[in-house]
C-alpha cells in the first residue's frame, strides 16, 4: 500500500500499523532550536516528503499552541499524519491525528477514550518491558530512546544503543520509531538493527536547509530498507 492522498483521508485504525511502518522521516518540531521556526520547518518537511509530523511545545501559551497547531494541521493536510506532543487538549481543539505522550504523563487507555478510536497514539519508552506493555494498553508505534547520546532533551539519558532497537521489535508487532541523537552518520545503523522510522531533531532544525536535509535522510532509510540489486 502507497502512502499516498487516498490513504490519509480514509484511513482506520486498521490501516494505522501499515501507515506507519511505510514512514521514512519523523520530524518532531522544536522552536528553541530551529533557524527559521516551527511553522517553516513543517512546511519544509512536509514538501521534502516527510510523512508525519510531532508538534513539540513547551513554551508558548495555549492560545499560541493552538493556533499554530491549526496552522500546522492545515500545512499537512493530507500529505503527513499530525501528532501533538503531550497536549490532547491541543490536539482536540485542532482535531490533529493523534498524540504522542509519554510514560509519566496520561495513560494510553484515557488517551483513547478522549482522542477516539480512530486517532494515533504514540507512547515514549525506553526498553523491552515498556514496549511491551505499551503495545498491550493500546499505542499504536512506540518512540524507542534516547539511543544515542543528546543534548535535545535534558532528561533523556545515557544512549542504549542501535542494538537494542532489534530486541524491542522482536518483541512487538507495532512500528518502533528511534529517537536520541540521530544523525545521517549514524541513521544507517538505526534502520539496519529494525527501526521502522526515526527522528532527528537537531539534525534538521538547526541546518540551515530543513527540506534538503530532511529529503537526504529519507533517501538514506529508503535505501537501507531497500537495497537496490547487485
Do not use: W
Not at 511553522?39 to 499552541?65: F, H, P, W
Not at 549514524?186 to 536535509?213: F, M, Q, Y
Request: proline share 2%; glycine share 8%.
Amino acid at each position: 500500500m502507497n502512502f499516498n492522498q487516498k490513504d490519509l483521508s480514509q484511513r482506520d485504525l486498521s490501516q494505522n500499523y501499515s501507515l506507519l511502518k511505510e514512514i521514512d522521516f519523523y520530524l518532531v518540531t522544536d522552536s528553541g532550536l530551529s533557524k527559521k521556526g516551527t511553522l517553516s520547518d513543517v512546511k519544509e518537511a512536509v514538501e521534502a516528503g516527510c510523512k508525519i509530523i510531532q508538534y513539540r511545545e513547551k513554551n508558548k501559551s495555549t492560545k499560541e499552541m493552538i493556533d499554530e497547531a491549526s496552522e500546522i494541521k492545515r500545512i499537512c493536510r493530507d500529505r503527513a499524519i499530525f501528532l501533538v506532543n503531550d497536549r490532547i487538549d491541543v490536539a482536540l481543539a485542532v482535531d490533529a491525528d493523534g498524540v504522542h505522550i509519554g510514560q509519566d504523563d496520561m495513560p494510553i487507555e484515557t488517551a483513547k477514550k478522549l482522542m477516539g478510536q480512530d486517532k494515533v497514539i504514540g507512547l515514549t519508552v525506553h526498553n523491552v518491558d515498556e514496549a511491551i506493555e505499551a503495545e498491550k494498553s493500546g499505542a499504536d508505534y512506540v518512540g524507542l530512546g534516547s539511543i544515542f547520546d543528546t543534548a535535545t532533551k535534558k532528561d533523556a539519558g545515557k544512549g542504549i544503543g542501535p542494538v537494542r532497537i532489534r530486541d524491542v521489535k522482536n518483541a512487538i508487532r507495532i512500528p518502533v520509531v528511534a529517537i536520541g541523537g540521530i544523525n545521517k552518520e549514524n541513521c544507517r545503523t538505526v534502520i539496519e538493527n529494525g527501526a521502522d522510522s526515526l527522528v532527528a531533531i537537531s539534525a534538521i532544525v538547526c541546518s540551515g536547509d530543513v527540506k534538503k536535509e530532511t529529503r537526504e535522510f529519507i533517501n538514506i532509510i529508503r535505501e537501507v530498507k531497500s537495497p537496490s540489486s547487485p
